[in-house]
T-cell receptor, first 112, second 112 residues
C-alpha cells in the first residue's frame, strides 16, 4: 500500500471553475508535505510546502490545507485556467529522513 | 527555469548498452536526488547524495549507479539497459536535506 495516496486519479473541469484535490498519507512521524505541479514531459514545480504545524498555505490561486491529525491534505484551485492542466503531486517527507515519498498524482484537465 | 540542468534532454540507445545522465544542481545546493518516471507512472525515488556522499537509496536497480562529484554535479549510470528502463529520469536539488527540492527538466531515455 502506497504511503501517499491521492484522489481523484483524474479530473476534468471547465475553465473558471474551482476544484479540490486530496492527499492522504500514512507516513509517520511526519516532517513536511509538498504539492508539486507537473506539466506533461516536464519536471515538477513546487507549489507549496507545509510543515506539520501549518494548516494552510496559499500560492496565488492555489491553496493547500493540512490536517496532521487525520493525515490529510488538500489542494484547492480557484478560478481554474487552461494552463492549470497538469498532474498535481503530493509529496511527504518523514521526520528526520532524507527520502521524499511521492503520491501517484491527480491528472487535471481544464477545458474551455 | 529551476536552475537545475540535466543533459542530455533525449537519449535513444539499444538494449544491453550503458548510458550516463548528468545533472548540475542549482548553485549552492548540496543535495541531489534522482528519480525515474515511467510512462503514466508516478515518480520513483532512486537515490540521493548530499555533499558528495550517498544519503538515501530507493528502488534503484543494481544495474544503476550514481555519484556526486566534488563540484556537486551528479551522474546516473545505467548499464545493461532493458526495454523497461525507458523512462523520464529527473534530477532534483535542494540546499540541505529537508529543504524544498527543485527539479530539472529531465532526460527522456528510450531503449530500443
Amino acid at each position: 500500500k502506497n504511503q501517499v495516496e491521492q484522489s481523484p486519479q483524474s479530473l476534468i473541469i471547465l475553465e473558471g471553475k474551482n476544484c479540490t484535490l486530496q492527499c492522504n498519507y500514512t507516513v509517520s512521524p511526519f516532517s513536511n508535505l509538498r504539492w508539486y505541479k507537473q506539466d506533461t514531459g516536464r519536471g515538477p514545480v513546487s507549489l507549496t510546502i507545509m510543515t506539520f504545524s501549518e494548516n494552510t498555505k496559499s500560492n496565488g490561486r492555489y491553496t493547500a490545507t493540512l490536517d496532521a491529525d487525520t493525515k490529510q491534505s488538500s489542494l484547492h484551485i480557484t478560478a481554474s485556467q487552461l494552463s492549470d492542466s497538469a498532474s498535481y503531486i503530493c509529496v511527504v517527507r518523514g521526520y528526520n529522513t532524507d527520502k521524499l515519498i511521492f503520491g501517484t498524482g491527480t491528472r487535471l484537465q481544464v477545458f474551455p | 527555469d529551476s536552475g537545475v540542468t540535466q543533459t542530455p534532454k533525449h537519449l535513444i540507445t539499444a538494449t544491453g548498452q550503458r548510458v550516463t545522465l548528468r545533472c548540475s544542481p542549482r548553485s549552492g545546493d548540496l543535495s541531489v536526488y534522482w528519480y525515474q518516471q515511467s510512462l503514466d507512472q508516478g515518480l520513483q525515488f532512486l537515490i540521493q547524495y548530499y555533499n558528495g556522499e550517498e544519503r538515501a537509496k530507493g528502488n534503484i536497480l543494481e544495474r544503476f549507479s550514481a555519484q556526486q562529484f566534488p563540484d556537486l554535479h551528479s551522474e546516473l549510470n545505467l548499464s545493461s539497459l532493458e526495454l523497461g528502463d525507458s523512462a523520464l529520469y529527473f534530477c532534483a536539488s535542494s540546499v540541505g536535506q529537508v529543504d524544498e527540492a527543485f527539479f530539472g527538466q529531465g532526460t527522456r531515455l528510450t531503449v530500443v
